[in-house]
């Protein structure tokens, strides 16, 4: 099988550079006239794929959204992921998942192995049990193609005390996190299948991304209040790698399906004016 970097790289170039968000919460499901029930998340999810399955690079369902309506909304989080592959999008599923020893390697076999009813392209990790601690992840994700993006520098305020903190050589415990993905991808081509997930509304962020290698995902754009425009500052000459992500900004355009369709064009535009072309 390809690589994931392989695979997001000419999905990019035939798509454009762009992730869609799937984030079924109360309020948008309220705002597109849909009960807050599983019958209102399959709506929303199915509406979602029928607008933007066949047209956005990366699609990111939520998994929280669809997990607190239990064993029914993860049957609907698995048909979901069904309908984009078969649609043709890269799925890349934000469950920020992180734990150690034969825990995380159940959550690898859970999201990254082919034979699982979960298997995405791609899944959304968190280092901080040690990034040593997500070797499982990474193994099964290059044994059969997949990738996985792990948080580095995130918009939250609370992120800045844990991930700025300084280590005993110096660095900062983000840039720990970024030198290890890093020597991940070493050697990769055309781009690495370990990304890094870095806040679009967290400014100059003094720390070194060019020798990532792999995709840098860039949520907080739109709603959030990141502007394509941001992407400038934060990720300066790393810009070719970074994956921009939105979900509301193109979410509150629905139900309507060709509403979706030019909520996500509008920002695609947006983001192809300030991304080098690929």
Known sequence: MESFGTRLHRAVIERGPLCVGIDPHPGLLAQWGLPDDVQGLDRFSRTVV???????????????????????????????????????????????????????????AAYLDPSSPMYVDAVTASPYLGVGSLAPMFELAAEHGGG????????????????????????????????????????????GSFGLVVGATIGDTGHDLSGVGGPLLA???????????DLR??????????????SREVLSAGPDVAALRAAADRVLADCRAVLPAR
């Not at 989080?77 to 592959?85: D, M, Y």
């Not at 500052?233 to 939105?246: C, I, Q």
């Open 219 to 229: 949520p907080g754009l739109g709603a959030q209040g990141g502007g394509a425009a």
């Open 50 to 108: 029928e607008a933007l399955g066949d047209r956005v690079a990366v699609v990111k369902p939520q998994s929280a959204f669809f997990e607190r309506f239990g064993s029914r909304g993860v049957a609907i989080l698995e048909s979901t992921i069904r309908q984009l592959r078969d649609a043709g999008s890269l799925v890349l599923l934000d469950v920020k998942r992180g734990d150690i020893g034969s825990t995380v390697s159940a959550y690898a």
């Open 148 to 191: 996985v993006f792990v948080l580095a520098l995130t918009s939250n305020p609370e992120g800045a005390a844990v991930q700025r903190a300084v280590t005993a050589d110096g660095r900062t415990v983000a840039q720990t996190v970024i030198d290890e993905i890093s020597q991940l991808n070493m050697g990769a081509s055309p781009l």
């Open 233 to 246: 500052t934060v990720f300066g000459s790393s810009l070719a790698s970074v994956l921009p992500s939105y």
